[in-house]
Structure formats: C-alpha cells, structure tokens
C-alpha cells in the first residue's frame, strides 16, 4: 500500500484553486451516464448527493434511518465556524487555519486545513440563501459568538439548534433533486459492504431493514458520508444507531484507517446518573461563553453550591488558563475536569462532576439575555435532571462524543481504494488529535458541498470507469459473505444479549482508552477486548430472523465490528507512544499536566492496512510537513 497525499505544490492560498483548474471535467451531457452512490444522508452526505444531483450525475444516496432527517448532524447544537471576521476582532483565514492545526496539536495536513477555512466563508453564503435561520443582531447582521481553542467570536449559530437547521437545508436542497429525478433515495438500508473490482470501488450491498432482502447496488464512484465511531464506547453523547459499520467493512476491503485512537472526550455534558443509562447528552460548548466552571477548593464538599461561598471555589480553568479561561479547547477542558475530580473535588453523585455556573451572567445581563442565547440548552439539561439552571449550576462531565480518526484520504478526499471517497467524519483529514468546537459542521458541508462534487468529477474523468452492473461477480461474491455472516449472527443462540456484551465493551475501553492511556492499561485492553469478542461469537443471543424488520440483528453486526475496531484503537493508542491533543499517554506529559508530543518519532499519520482475519494490521506512515504552523508545545495559558 502507498500513501500519496497528493498534496498540491506552490503557496497554500493558491493551492485549492490550482487544483481545481487541473482536474478533468466530465461533459455536462456525459453526466448522466454516470451514477455515484452516496452512503449516509447527513450533513456531508446530503450535501454531497444533492450538489451531484444539481451538476447532473445519477446518484443514490442511503440511510439507515427512515429520513434523512433523522441523521445524527441534527443533534450538533453550538454553531458553525466561518473566517467572516464581521466583528473586525482580528479574524482571517490565516487565523482559523492557525488555531485549527495548533488545536488539533499539529497532527493534521496543513493543505487540507487551510483549504478547510478557505471554504468556510463559502459555506456561510450557501446556507443563508438557502434559509438557515442563523441568529442575528438587532440591525440585521448575522451574529457571531466565541468557541474553544479561539481568541476571536466566528462562530454561526441558531440558538442550540445550529445542526438540525443546517441539516435541513441540506435536506431541501436533497429533495430538490429527488423530486428532479437525479437522486434516488433509499432509506431503512444500511451499507454491509464495499465490493472492489480490479482495484476500484464499484458499488455496495445494503440490507433493506424493514424487509431483510441483501441488494447489490454498481456505480461508478462510492462516497462514504456515514459519521463516526465513538458508541464503540457505548456511552456517547452520539445517536445510538450511529456506528462504525460502513467504514470498517471498507477498512476490511483495503481502504487505510488513520489516526483511530483520536478519539473527543466533550468536557461539557450531562453526568452519567446510573448503570441503565444507554446513552449520554451533550451540553453545547457555546454555554462556556456565560458559564463558569467551578469546583469546591476543599475536597469531599458536598454542601450545595449555594452553600460554598465565593472564595472557596475554584475557577480552575480561568485560574490555569487566564488568557483563554472556560473557552480552553475540548481536550484541556476535559482533562482539567477529572484532573479536580480525581482529587476528590467533584460534585453530585459520586463526585463525577463540576459546576457550570450562569449566575454572573445572568446578574451582568439579565435573564432574558440568557434564556434568548440558551433557552432550548437550559430546558433540555432541566427536563433530564429536575435541576433549574437559572437558578443553581448546571453539573458537567466529560464523555465520548466525537472521532477525529477514520478513513485515510488525500488531498481530494479519496481513500487508498481508488473510486472510494469518505466525507465528513468518516474520513480523518482536517483536525488532527483534537478537533476545535463548531468545526465538525464546517467540515462535513465543505467536503460536501465544495470539494467531494469536484474531485469525484476528476475521477470519473480519469479513471473512465467501465460500465458494470450487479450482475458481475463479485457482487454475488459479496452478497453471500453478508448472508454467511448474518446466519452466523442467528445461529449462535447464546445466553447474553448484544447490549449486555457493548456495555462491557465500552466500559473496557472507557476506562483503557479514553480520556487517559497507559502502557500498562491498553495492553490489558486489549487482552480483554480479544476475550470478550471471543465470548461474543460463542454466547451471543440474536432473537428474530433475517427476512424480518429486526432490530437485534442490526445491533449484532454492528457490535461485532465493534470489537474490531475497539482492538485497532488500542493497537494505534499503544503503538504512539506520545501525547498529543485527546491521545493523552499518561507516560508523557508537561510538569504542569499538559500533552507532551514527541515530533521527532510521531509527527506523522497513522494508516492502518487490514491484512486478513486473526492478523495483525500493517501501519503505514504519512509524514506531517510544516512550512506554515510551526509545531510547539500548546499554549492558552
């Protein structure tokens, strides 16, 4: 396997544009003849099949939810990031492309990142005509508010609902082209492999989920919109349907997976409050804009906070961090959190917890203020807890939330298979070990929109795919593996559920690789991981048939690569031996508690090559080149 990021040569503000002007175009009346399958339907996915729609290409796009509006991009809350600078605070390109690649603690490609603020402008424009009700000020203009890891206020925002709205006008602009007859949509599929011929990726075979029927579905080119993989921790403030499925039977067919040990912990969500819980929520990063974090300075407090008078909190964030203070990026907010935790200075049930304290802004600028800004935030956390936020602190905690690591891709968002492009977070490409808040929906309508229409173009105009249908082969090759596999699933008859066997999974790796790693931990992981998945295969209980809507089998495969994956991420935690962003080696960090990166041996990509069962995976190495963003130890000091 070769990696070539075929990184674009000359000054980096040129560089988009040059590549644009040397890719191959494909004739406006030559479009039709071709078909794109189009896998996963949120934000990167919408937008991607309903811009190949417009420019004329047959495309189908997929969903395993029964609308693409159900797709877990309506979930983001804060806002979107856009070098607009409209409050003249200093904002540039330049400056979101430096704040982007120091973020991510200098582990991503600085072409994809510039390229990455270049379009974020773009993007504003695109969704304003389409209707995003972004929030405005009171003369009209869009607003703008601060996120992590910036000195400057650029992010977009629609109350706590910034996601769902851009969501939907990626949906308008999808049934535009359904109802024009250039996107056929098929929901309730759900992608169970890539089938390969003579090298390139040709087409899919899905599962229709209400009937059980395996489908072939050829193209000329695969674009992977399917998001990322942080339930292998089971705990997650994603959807619970979002898995890791369609990019690993990829990575099982010889598409690279990079970087999967970068996983996001979020510093503020909702605790955990008991073992039944399936999942976790998200507060928006935006309420560290008003909000204070705090903890009791004595350990074992447990007074309310009502209780603890001023000077015997702790603002530890602003105490640490004065130039940055709450708005500190996710993976120092994070650690900071258990760091007072794990001193015994936690809060609530069983001390995992920290303050998130609006009463100075809600005395500076009134209620009202607050309930304009975060109203929707401050009723969801009330309706969950019983707890009023105007009128005692919210209580945090950080939790698994988003994955940097995925697909490896080049320039032009093309996999190690030619023909098959990953989008939005499937892929690894732009943020690097951390990525910064409100940036996730950037990129995911920057690939889609922007860059996945063109480079797609380039490579059915290169490569000249041959016409192929389901007929050949080798999708009937791959029709049976999916079936194999789905009996094998309902043969077992075990005694435990699937639930039961992803609880522990999660927990294993939660506690091994998640917010702190260790040598010792990830090896006993991984030990854990391989019995476990072990135990799966012989004591697994799947209810139901094949040829029925059945929910249990649906959940079964996706746990299965699950284990998988969980395995690779220790392997790439445990092969980087560095600290560097949320990767946090416990074996190295600064006296002061801050990720120690080691430039010298890891300033490279992680590219992990799938070699057959029971073997382990080859690493191939992409180098990281800097001319523009020095690396050096990150400060926000």
């Keep these: 396997m070769q990696l070539d990021p075929r990184t674009p040569t000359g000054p980096i503000e040129q560089a988009w544009d040059k590549s644009r002007f040397e890719m191959k175009l494909v004739n406006p009346a030559n479009k039709r003849k071709h078909t794109v399958i189009v896998v996963g339907s949120g934000l990167a996915g919408a937008s991607a099949a309903a811009t190949m729609g417009q420019l004329g290409y047959n495309v189908k796009c997929f969903c395993f939810q029964d609308s693409p509006r159900r797709a877990h991009s309506i979930a983001a809350q804060g806002g979107i990031n856009a070098a607009k600078n409209y409050h003249s605070d200093g904002d540039s390109i330049y400056r979101l492309f430096y704040d982007t690649v120091k973020g991510g603690d200098f582990r991503s490609r600085e072409t994809n990142v510039y390229r990455l603020a270049q379009i974020s402008v773009n993007i504003i424009d695109q969704c304003v005509a389409q209707g995003v009700p972004f929030a405005r000020e009171y003369s009209g203009t869009l607003a703008n508010r601060s996120f992590g890891g910036a000195q400057v206020s650029r992010t977009f925002y629609a109350r706590g609902q910034t996601g769902q709205q851009l969501l939907l006008g990626a949906y308008q602009a999808l049934q535009w ?20 011929i003579d090298g390139r990726a040709r087409g899919i075979v899905t599962r229709d989920l209400v009937s059980g029927k395996i489908e072939s579905h050829a193209a000329d080119a695969v674009v992977l919109g399917t998001g990322g993989y942080g339930n292998v921790y089971y705990l997650s403030t994603n959807a619970k349907g979002s898995n890791c499925t369609a990019i690993w039977r990829a990575y099982k067919r010889g598409a690279a997976f990079a970087n999967p040990c970068f996983t996001q912990i979020h510093p503020t969500c909702i605790p955990v409050s008991g073992h039944y819980q399936s999942k976790l929520t998200l507060m928006s990063e935006s309420l560290r804009n008003d909000g204070r974090i705090w903890v009791p300075k004595r350990a074992g407090d447990k007074r309310s906070p009502g209780q603890i008078a001023e000077e015997e909190r702790d603002y530890y964030l602003e105490r640490r961090y004065p ?10 907010a994070s650690r900071n959190a258990k760091a007072v935790c794990d001193e015994g200075r936690g809060v609530g049930p069983g001390g995992l917890g920290v303050y998130l304290d609006f009463a100075d802004a809600i005395r500076r600028l009134g209620v009202e203020i607050i309930r304009e800004r975060y109203g929707n935030l401050f009723e969801m956390y009330q309706r969950i807890t019983d707890e009023n936020p105007y009128r005692v602190p919210m209580r945090i905690y950080p939790a698994i939330h988003y994955t940097m690591g995925g697909l490896w891709v080049d320039y032009y968002l093309m ?15 732009d943020h690097g070990a951390n990525r910064l808040g409100a940036s996730a929906l950037m990129q995911g309508l920057s690939d889609g929109y922007f860059i996945v229409p063109s480079t797609v173009s380039d490579y059915i105009a290169t490569a000249k795919p041959e016409k192929i249908d389901s007929n050949h082969p080798a999708f009937h090759c791959a029709e049976r593996g999916v079936a194999e596999m789905t009996k094998r699933l309902l043969s077992v008859k075990g005694q435990r559920t699937v639930d039961s066997f992803h609880r522990e999974l999660g927990g294993i790796v939660w506690h091994n690789c998640g917010m702190s790693r260790n040598e010792a931990g990830l090896k006993e992981a991984l030990g854990k991981v391989r019995a476990l998945r072990e135990e799966y295969w012989k004591n697994v209980i799947v209810a139901g048939s094949e040829d029925e809507l059945n929910q249990s089998l649906e959940k079964a495969g996706r746990v299965a690569d699950f284990f998988e994956l969980a395995e690779l991420m220790c392997i790439d935690a445990l092969q980087r031996d560095e ?42 190495r992409e180098p990281l080149v800097f001319e523009y963003v020095h690396p050096s130890q990150r400060s926000y000091k």
């Design 415 to 429: 996999s190690t298979i030619p023909g098959l492009f990953a989008i939005g977070e499937a892929n690894f490409s």
């Design 579 to 620: 600290s560097c962003g949320a990767h946090f080696r416990e074996e190295h960090q600064t006296p002061d508690g801050e990720a120690l990166r080691d430039d010298e041996r890891f300033s490279y990509v992680s590219a992990w090559e799938y070699q057959g069962p029971g073997k382990p995976p080859q690493l191939h």
């Design 177 to 196: 082209q359904v109802d024009a007859g250039r996107v056929t949509m098929l929901p309730r599929h759900e992608m169970l492999d890539l089938v390969v």
């Design 323 to 332: 130039s940055f203070g709450n708005l500190v990026p996710r993976d120092v």
